[in-house]
């Protein structure tokens, strides 16, 4: 038996590191939305049997990517070692991943094929947890995690483990847009990008700050290019070049929201509903080269 599960990228739309807090994580305040481009996971259910407590030989992972872990560092066998040790269940299982979301882009590769994992044994042990264990689980897995047990646009608070789905006013605004999403070949490590706001220790935005602009959105009816605003941007641009000025040349030549995800190196712009990408495609791939990865997606509209 065997389930194949979708394990979307997400960009944030705004992102706003509000500070530092006592157990060295920070509290952000972000608006999140799932994409229709992404992984997809199948597992199948193995015996558990005499080998059930040791992980590796209990869950074994198959992935098409090189540059992805495939001993106990990925997160799928985190996610599926930490679902076993939860909830008692000792069965096994095989996954295969196929991966399509690029690592260290701000994309939510990693903590996307988690909750994937997470969601893939809960329906081959036949739904040992719980919404509020998934949810633990999440949190524990990963800050980035808890948003795609939810899914649809979200605000995500705290370090990432407070998901409120936006009001529907404002997450209509936002379903089904059309996002071209673009990563030079480098990636940036979110630790680093962490470290870089402590270091220069100018870019946090004040929470209450936030909390207005994000209300003023919601309460409004401005578009989605308004919400775009991400308090890594000075911290990466500052190393890395080619991502504002590759930004400022397509805000400049196509008229395009644009903006970072994430602690990137991905970046997106919103495109108009009748917009021909191929133009922005082609400049992109102009100035980052033939390797960059460049995909034209949706905000998923569920
Ligand atoms: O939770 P996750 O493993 O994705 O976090 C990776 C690193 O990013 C953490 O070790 C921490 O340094 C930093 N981080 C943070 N505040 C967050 C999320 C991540 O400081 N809200």
């Not at 970072?260 to 100035?287: H, K, T």
């Amino acid at each position: 038996m065997g389930v194949t599960i979708f394990s979307p990228a997400k960009i944030n739309l705004s992102l706003a590191v509000t500070g530092r807090r006592a157990d060295g994580f920070h509290d952000l305040v972000s608006v999140v939305a799932t994409l229709e481009f992404g992984d997809t996971l199948e597992a199948w259910a193995e015996a558990g049997g005499p080998a059930a407590h040791d992980a590796g030989a209990r869950f074994r992972l198959e992935c098409d990517a090189t540059d992805v872990p495939g001993d106990g560092a990925n997160l799928v066998l985190r996610a599926a070692t930490l679902f076993a040790a939860q909830t008692g269940w000792d069965g096994g299982a095989r996954f295969r991943l196929t991966k399509r979301i690029p690592a260290g882009a701000g994309l939510g590769g990693g903590s996307s094929n988690a909750v994937a994992a997470l969601r893939a044994l809960n329906e081959l042990s036949g739904g040992r947890a719980d919404a509020a264990q998934l949810a633990a689980m999440a949190a524990q897995l990963g800050s980035d995690c808890p948003l795609f047990l939810q899914g649809g646009p979200v605000v995500m608070r705290g370090r990432g483990e407070r998901i409120e789905a936006l009001p529907e006013a404002a997450a209509a605004r936002l379903r089904g847009r059309r996002v071209l999403v673009f990563k030079p070949t480098f990636g940036i490590a979110t630790p680093w990008a962490y470290a870089r706001l402590v270091a220069r220790g100018t870019d946090y935005v004040p929470a209450a700050e936030a909390e207005r602009r994000l209300a003023a959105w919601c309460a409004g009816d401005a578009p989605a290019e308004d919400l775009l605003a991400n308090n890594f941007e000075p911290a990466a641009f500052a190393k890395y070049l080619a991502l504002p000025v590759l930004l400022a040349a397509l805000r400049r030549e196509f008229g395009v929201a644009a903006g970072m995800s994430g602690s990137g190196s991905a970046c997106f712009a919103l495109l108009r509903e009748e917009q021909d990408a191929a133009p922005l495609v082609d400049r992109i791939r102009a100035a980052w080269g033939p390797e960059a990865c460049v995909q034209v997606t949706r905000i998923a509209s569920s």
